[in-house]
């Protein structure tokens, strides 16, 4: 989160907007990350110490596995009388969570090719369809034109592709 702070609202969670209902859920997200709401930090030491921790934990993670990153950050905030308490208390649960944090960018991610695999799929379904009404039209038109008097050879040579030619041959003897 780059903002100092953001209003998340209980309706983004949901894909459709129902239109009912008159209240809305709010909460405000304050980023504690280091330069970010120095004042909120200053005043409150345990916040601070998170800071430094969650800090820690992105530091590593860029040089090794985010399970190594966080047990290493649990071990030097130990050392270094960082959440020290709470840490030997909790530790497994703190890096239980941790590994399991939502991840607003991962999750986004995760929306954007969820979003594109629809599309696509949408759009294959809708090219087939189209394609498909054509290929209906094509072998109506090839199997008229065979009515008509024309050869299987002839059409190919007009430009009609033989496996249509040949498709059509078998729903007019189907017909």
Known sequence: MEEER??????????TDTGAGEYEWTATMININSGKN?????????????????????????SMALKEAIDLAVRECIEENILRDFLEQHRREV???CLTEFDEKKYEDVLREEGREEGLAEGIEKGLAKGRSEERKTLLEIVQKLKEGKTPEQLVEDG???ESVDSAIMLRNLL
């Open 6 to 15: 953001r209003t998340l609202r209980l309706s983004d969670a949901f894909e």
């Open 38 to 62: 120095q004042s909120i930090t200053d005043s409150c030491h345990v916040l601070y110490e998170y800071a430094v921790f969650v800090a820690k934990i992105k530091r590593y993670r860029d």
């Open 95 to 97: 890096c239980d969570m």
């Open 160 to 162: 009609m592709e033989k």
